[in-house]
């Protein structure tokens, strides 16, 4: 089937999910259990179709490496056990090492808190012709920093600048940010895994019952259940002020592992296919050279 058809066809299973504009959005609105109507019984046929979308992910990536001129940076956010690794992992194994990087941003170290909150992920912006994965990012500085203001303490802000309107600042500085980035080349494209509480301990759960999980188990992350409605409340107010034609969020339901997968995998190659890459086109003069290469080498054989 023509590349062009599949993009349509998957076009509906994703479009339900992105958010391009933030007015109107409510998190209530996307139901983590939902697979849009695909059966758990449709698992297989899922895992066939992430195949193929790695695969064509594979492709796509080897044209924004040879062209040059874009970057790639995909934004993984979500609360602990929503699947962000594991989507990391299957999303973009086919991918060439050499032209992908993964950053995973944890609490700051002290020489990150000492510069600017966007010093340490500036630092990490996809070169063009790369695809950049953040594993958490600049949105940590307004959801968990927007659940635990005592963390502005740490990040060393002057005193009369933290203001009663300071998220509302950073997170329009995040949209302009974003807006410079993509003006500059860098496609920008970010996703939010909405896993459901019970889903969560459940996950939790497993986590502490399989032997083989129970390295993942953390208090921190039972602690932070406590603060759910919070860090409801922040996401919905970052995706409602930074969701824009050219930095959309996804808000993937997450409670279905092979479900979240493949919206990812659909989204970004649809992302990267929306920049039109092709090999670049070598001139007459290359043209001879190669020619003359290629003479050269049958020649000495
Ligand atoms: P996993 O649990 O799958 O290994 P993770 O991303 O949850 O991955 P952890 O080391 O468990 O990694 O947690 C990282 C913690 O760092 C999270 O609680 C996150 O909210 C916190 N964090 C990230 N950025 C900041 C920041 N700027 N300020 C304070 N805390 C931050
Ligand atoms: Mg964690």
Redesign the pocket.
């Given at each position: 089937m023509k590349r062009k058809r599949v993009l349509d066809r998957i076009e509906p299973f994703i479009s339900p999910y992105r958010v391009t504009s933030g007015k109107k959005f409510r998190l209530a609105d996307i139901d983590p259990g939902d697979t849009h109507g695909l059966k758990s019984e449709s698992k297989a046929e899922a895992k066939e179709m992430l195949r193929r979308g790695v695969e064509w992910l594979e492709e796509l990536q080897d044209k924004l490496y040879a062209n040059d001129h874009w970057g790639q940076l995909v934004i993984f956010q979500a609360m602990?056990a929503a699947g962000?690794?594991s989507t990391i992992k299957h999303v973009m194994s086919g991918v060439n090492p050499q032209g992908c990087q993964v950053f995973?941003?944890?609490?700051?170290s002290p020489e990150e808190l000492d510069h600017d909150?966007m010093w340490r992920y500036s630092k990490c912006m996809p070169e063009r012709g790369r695809i950049g994965i953040f594993?958490?990012s600049y949105y940590?500085?307004v959801?968990?920093?927007r659940v635990h203001q005592e963390?502005l303490k740490n990040e060393k802000i002057p005193k009369r600048l933290i203001t009663k309107n300071i998220f509302e600042h950073r997170l329009e500085f995040i949209r302009a940010y974003e807006d410079y980035l993509s003006q500059n080349g860098i496609n920008v494209v970010k996703f939010f895994l909405h896993v459901s509480k019970d889903e969560q301990e459940r996950r939790f759960r497993e986590r502490l019952t399989r032997p083989e999980k129970n390295w993942?188990f953390?208090n921190?992350?039972l602690q932070?259940r406590s603060n759910w409605k919070a860090y409801m409340n922040a996401y919905e107010e970052a995706i409602r002020a930074t969701a824009t034609a050219n930095a959309p969020w996804y808000v993937v339901p997450a409670d279905n592992k092979w479900f979240t997968r493949l919206i990812v995998a659909g989204a970004i190659v649809q992302s990267l296919e929306n920049l039109d890459l092709s090999y670049p086109v070598i001139d007459k003069q290359q043209m001879a050279d190669l020619q003359r290469a290629k003479e050269e080498l049958i020649g000495l054989s």
């Open positions: 602990d962000k690794d995973s941003f944890k609490q700051p909150y594993n958490r940590e500085e959801l968990v920093v963390l993942k953390s921190h992350d932070e």
